[in-house]
Nanobody
Framework: QVQLVESGGGLVQPGGSLRLSCAAS????????MSWVRQAPGKGLEWVSA????????TFADSVKGRFTISRDNAKNTLYLQMNFLKPEDTAVYHC?????????????RGQGTQVTVSS
């Protein structure tokens, strides 16, 4: 079955950077668009970014555009999220999810998540 395992979260100061990774297994990774979604304390899931199967097309939520980069390595079955210029409002649990921007909800498959805390 689909398995998605995130890593790379942690505590970082405002303005800092983190790189998240998501190891995928149980499905043909290169056949699927992928997304990152996040859940801040007390809030619902928020879509953050998506990437197409080949990695050539990426989209971002307005709140992270220009600061975050999404990429993938299909040979390694791994999805990445490079987060720069982090803000306290980026604090959340970050999940990788199967599917693109409009698909991930319907697919209903995401990892357990990795905590990102932005604080001084």
């Amino acid at each position: 079955q689909v398995q998605l395992v995130e890593s790379g979260g942690g505590l970082v100061q405002p303005g800092g950077s983190l790189r998240l990774s998501c190891a995928a297994s149980g499905f043909i990774f290169s056949n699927y668009a992928m997304s990152w979604v996040r859940q801040a304390p007390g809030k619902g899931l928020e879509w953050v970014s998506a990437i197409n199967t080949g990695g050539g097309t990426t989209t971002f939520a307005d709140s992270v555009k220009g600061r975050f980069t999404i990429s993938r390595d299909n040979a390694k079955n791994t999805l990445y999220l490079q987060m720069n210029f982090l803000k306290p409002e980026d604090t959340a649990v970050y999940h990788c999810a199967l599917g693109g921007r409009w698909q991930w909800v319907a697919f209903g498959s995401r990892g357990q998540g990795t905590q990102v805390t932005v604080s001084s």
